[in-house]
């Protein structure tokens, strides 16, 4: 199976049919944004490709940790769900910074997000057999307890949370720069109390010898 994205359009071409005769070419636009679910029934042995951006503004838990100024900042993501042999893969390939407060200076510190994930989605658990254990994999019948209820019964991958997922685990649970001070917050008017001197006593005594 060949695939590829161009111009945030999703297309689907068998190999042995790469000829002019769009009749068996299966094509589908891609959603503008970042689809919540992906539709296993339809796509799980076609493939599925989804190029774009992202904000932090559109993952609710992700913008919880980004000040107001920076959740629209783009992130460029490419998505690909393709079958390898028995296992169901998921590819993300991340490009760009997330902004967070930094927690000990508490200004605005970037992390940088460019990287590339891959996912193994098993169908049962009887696969763990057929990964490594540096493999990240996740079973299916987890991740698809939550799924909407939709009249058909299809399966529905939560392709936008498995995206946050991943980029929540980019940023560390305490960020910080690597050289700043810590932020001090005066509360309160500090007075400033006068010392006794504890000479003052010695100099009025020489005084008066």
Not at 114 to 136: F, G, K, M, Y
């Amino acid at each position: 199976m060949t695939k590829y994205s161009e111009n945030n359009v999703s297309t689907n071409l068998t190999d042995s049919k790469l000829s002019n005769n769009t009749s068996n070419t299966n094509t589908e636009k891609s959603a503008l944004q970042l689809p919540n679910h992906v539709n296993l029934e339809k796509w799980e042995d076609a493939g599925y490709v989804w190029s774009g951006s992202i904000t932090p503004r559109m993952l609710k838990r992700l913008v919880d940790i980004v000040p107001e100024e920076y959740q629209d900042k783009a992130i460029n993501l490419k998505c690909e769900l393709k079958k390898q042999g028995q296992l169901l893969m998921l590819m993300m390939a991340y490009t760009g910074d997330i902004w967070v407060t930094c927690q000990r200076c508490l200004m605005p510190l970037n992390i940088d997000v460019t990287h590339d994930a891959e996912l193994i989605l098993l169908q049962r658990e009887e696969q763990q057999s057929l990964v490594d254990e540096s493999d990240d994999y996740l079973l299916l019948e987890e991740l698809l307890a939550d799924q909407p209820e939709n009249i058909k019964g299809d399966r529905l991958l939560p392709l936008k949370k498995l995206v946050e997922d991943e980029l929540l685990l980019d940023v560390p649970l305490f960020a910080k720069h690597d050289d700043c001070e810590m932020a001090v917050k005066q509360v309160g008017e500090i007075i400033e109390e006068e010392t006794e001197n504890p000479f003052a006593a010695l100099e009025a005594l020489k005084g008066k010898l």
